[in-house]
């Protein structure tokens, strides 16, 4: 496929961000790592071959009685001497890097928890005995996940918004904005207190409710190209040809509203975060024991003779913001007009 000069120059002023691209390559490497999370952190083995028979713990659950004769018709525990020496008696099995998941609680750990980085969790054990490497994974995962989901969600919404109101005009884009001004001051903090005491927020709880006030966030950027691009001589020229509505906006106009969109995108991915860390860090967000970053904050304040708590969970959620904040200064630099690529000339 050819690329337009246009777009040529865009990939040009982006790359030339050496810093920006960095960033996006190892944000991606870390998002790629975290999504099979449940092959590096696991309280089951990867693979396991017992009396000539195979097993798979990590994709399906196998009762006690299924791997050894005299085992007992529950689910298996791997991590039960018994149940190991078994196993090693008769075969061998493969474990992850990091052989707890998100709610394992390690045992004999030799000391109250939570307990300093060691060779056995090398991140330590947060306050109820569980191995914080294992959580940072999943709760890198699950962070960016909803960060993405409600970024993706709330800017369609948002820009569909935006081009109706700048589209039309007159009393559509009146009544819309004397709306959102109404809607953007409800308290958003005290509505969520009141949603968790009637139901437990989950990961699709949340998403809604934050979706219902996160989509105006580029609701103005829209609406401003749009009352700019449909006084443009080319949109009132395909009007007069009889071309619909429907099509001015999205063939049209958006196109070229959708520049000033995409600057803002991986810094509304960063706030999607933050506020996911936030409402976990304050106890609103996510169901008690899910892997959370915000989660891992609170409990470094609530053990201050843990340091590492509060050390890990501000690395890793200082380091993801400033790698968003990073990739959306190259993606601004690609998308302004006025920036040329190193060694051209105007």
Known sequence: MTLSPLTRRRLANFQANRRGVWSLRIFLA???????????????????????????????????????????????????????????RQGWMVWPAIPYAYNTVVRDLGQPAPSPPSARNWLGTDDQARDVLARVIYGFRISVLFGFTLTIVSSVLGIAAGAVQGFYG????????????????????????????????????????????????????????????????????????????????????????????????????????IVLASLDFLGFGLPPGSPSLGELLGQGKNNLQAPWLAFTGFIVLGGVLTLLIFVGEAVRDAFDPRKLPSGATR
């Open 30 to 88: 870390l998002f790629a790592v975290t999504l099979f999370a449940e092959f590096i952190a696991n309280d089951r083995p990867l693979v396991a071959r017992v009396d000539g028979r195979w097993f798979f713990p990590v994709l399906a659950d196998y009762a006690e009685s299924d791997i050894i004769p005299d085992g007992l018709p529950t689910e298996a525990d791997w991590h039960d001497p018994t149940l190991v020496q078994e196993v090693t």
């Open 170 to 273: 007159g009393l559509t884009d009146l009544l819309f904005q004397r709306f959102i001004e109404i809607w953007s001051g409800m308290p958003q903090l005290f509505l969520l207190i009141i949603l968790a005491s009637v139901i437990e927020p989950g990961f699709w709880t949340l998403l809604i409710f934050l979706l219902l006030f996160s989509w105006m966030g580029l609701t103005g950027v829209v609406r401003a190209e749009f009352l700019r691009g449909r006084n443009l001589d080319y949109v009132r020229a395909a009007r007069a040809l009889g071309v619909s509505d429907t099509r001015l906006m999205t063939r049209h106009i958006l196109p070229n509203a959708m520049v000033a969109t995409l600057t803002f995108l991986p810094f509304i991915l960063s706030g999607s975060v």
